[in-house]
C-alpha cells in the first residue's frame, strides 16, 4: 500500500456540490497538507495541520474547509464546487526532523 | 518570504543531449532545504533530491545531477544524454526556517525529449 493515499483518484462533481476529498496515511508523521495544482502554476498549499489539534490556512483556502479526524488522516472539502476549483490536488505529509516530504498521487477534480 | 523561480517554462531536447533546469530560489533564512520533483504524464510527483543549505557539495545520480550554489541561490538540475521518459514536468521547491510549514513551489519547467 502507499504510505500516503488520496480518494477518490478521479472526480468529476456538478457545480455546487459538496464534495470531499479523503488522504491517508502510514508514515506516522504529524504534519499533513493540501496542496492544488493548477497548470503553470505550480502547486500551491491550501491548508495544513500540525496535529489533530491544529489547522491553519494556507495560500489558497477561500472555498475549501479540512478536517484533521486522526493523526493519519486529513480530508478537504469543497462545500459549494465552481469550475474554477478544477485541478489537481495533493495531500502531503511531513517529518519535522529531517522535512521529507511524501505526496499521494493526486486527485484530479473536475467540476462542470 | 520564500520563493523559487523557473523561467524556463518549456524546453525541448533532441534525444541524447544534455539539458539543464534552472531554478533560483529567495529566502532570508540560513537553514533551508531544496527539492526537486518529476511530474511524468500520469500526474504523480515523483521525489528526486533533497539538499540542504549547509551541504553545497554538487550530487549525481546516474544521468542527473545538481549544482548548488548559495553565491547565486540556484539549484540548477542537469540530465545528461536525455531519453524519451525524461519527459515531464520538473518542479523546485523550497522548504526554508525552522518555524517554516510548507515547501514553496517553483512554477514548473515543462521538458520534453523528442526521439
Known amino acids: 500500500d502507499a504510505d500516503v493515499t488520496q480518494t477518490p483518484r478521479n472526480r468529476i462533481t456538478k457545480t455546487g456540490k459538496r464534495i470531499m476529498l479523503e488522504c491517508s496515511q502510514t508514515?506516522?508523521?504529524?504534519?499533513m497538507y493540501w496542496y492544488r495544482q493548477d497548470p503553470g502554476l505550480g502547486l500551491r498549499l491550501i491548508y495544513y495541520?500540525?496535529?489533530?489539534?491544529?489547522?491553519n490556512k494556507g495560500e489558497i483556502s477561500d472555498g475549501y474547509s479540512v478536517s484533521r479526524q486522526a493523526q493519519a488522516k486529513f480530508s478537504l472539502s469543497l462545500e459549494s464546487a465552481i469550475p474554477n476549483q478544477t485541478a489537481l490536488y495533493f495531500c502531503?505529509?511531513?517529518?519535522?526532523?529531517?522535512?521529507?516530504?511524501?505526496f499521494g498521487s493526486g486527485t484530479r477534480l473536475t467540476v462542470v | 518570504a520564500q520563493k523559487v523561480t523557473q523561467a524556463q517554462t518549456e524546453i525541448s531536447v533532441v534525444e541524447k543531449e544534455d539539458v539543464t533546469l534552472d531554478c533560483v530560489y529567495e529566502t532570508r533564512d540560513t537553514t533551508y532545504y531544496l527539492f526537486w520533483y518529476k511530474q511524468p504524464p500520469s500526474g504523480e510527483l515523483v521525489f528526486l533530491i533533497r539538499r540542504n543549505s549547509f551541504d553545497e557539495q554538487n550530487e549525481i545520480s546516474g544521468r542527473y545531477s545538481w549544482n548548488f550554489q548559495k553565491s547565486t541561490s540556484s539549484f540548477n538540475f542537469t540530465i545528461t544524454a536525455s531519453q524519451v521518459v525524461d519527459s515531464a514536468v520538473y518542479f523546485c521547491a523550497l522548504h526554508a526556517g525552522a518555524g517554516s510549514y510548507q515547501l514553496t513551489f517553483g512554477k514548473g519547467t515543462k521538458l520534453s525529449v523528442i526521439p
Open positions: 495541520s500540525f496535529d489533530v489539534k491544529d489547522i
Open positions: 502531503a505529509t511531513s517529518d519535522w526532523t529531517d522535512y521529507g516530504y511524501t
Open positions: 508514515k506516522g508523521h504529524d504534519r
